[in-house]
């Protein structure tokens, strides 16, 4: 019984840490200029945006990127001292079990079974408060950058609009990519957010 709590552990933090950082590696991965390739003209009309890289490029981007890493170590600060506790208290427990009759171990086991739920509602609630946390910082980026795709999207006379992503390579004077990067660090470069808090949310109605 005991190993189901050992296993808590730090699992739980890594796993808050992969959602946060999801915020910097996946817009990093969209499709890069093929150096060195020839190009074909320019097809008018035609225009190619990775608003996930825009984003993640962005001085507003960079900075979501650290506000996030803050949120996850204040949690991973929050979490680390309840799992050591328990991890510790669960290794007494089994170490004590020879000296303990059957009645006194299921107890002192029932109460650490208790406290293992516990937290693991905790880790599972504050993995869901980063990632809405996190989901909501880049709406808002997403919302600054919209106008701004509008706005060049109009200017070059675009017919359509690509996601870059989706294309393996495309002629950078079709990309406007960076040219969405300067609109957004001119419009904004950060603003205050902190992390979602799910458990005192209003009932829905």
Request: hydrophobic share 45%; charged share 20%.
């Amino acid at each position: 019984m005991t190993k189901q709590f050992l296993a808590l552990g730090a699992a739980s933090v890594i796993a808050v840490a992969v959602i946060a950082s999801a915020a910097q590696a996946a817009p990093a991965a969209a499709a890069a200029p093929a150096a060195g390739v020839a190009q074909g003209p320019a097809i008018p009309g035609l225009c190619v945006l990775s608003a996930d890289q825009a984003i993640a490029t962005s001085t507003v981007g960079k900075y979501v990127g650290g506000r996030m890493n803050q949120i996850v170590a204040q949690v991973k600060a929050e979490l680390t001292p309840e799992e050591t506790s328990l991890t510790n208290d669960a290794k007494a427990l089994d170490a004590a079990r020879s000296t303990l009759d059957a009645a006194a171990f299921q107890t002192r086991a029932q109460a650490l079974q208790v406290r293992a739920n516990n937290l693991r509602q905790k880790q599972e609630l504050r993995q869901r408060e980063v990632s809405e946390t996190q989901k909501k910082a880049v709406n808002r980026i997403a919302q600054e950058l919209e106008p701004i795709a509008r706005q060049l999207y109009q200017q070059k006379r675009c017919s359509a609009l690509l996601d870059k992503g989706s294309v393996m390579m495309v002629n950078p004077q079709m990309d406007m990519t960076n040219e969405v990067v300067a609109g957004l660090n001119a419009r904004i470069q950060q603003f205050a957010f902190d992390r979602e808090r799910l458990d005192t949310a209003a009932p829905a109605r």
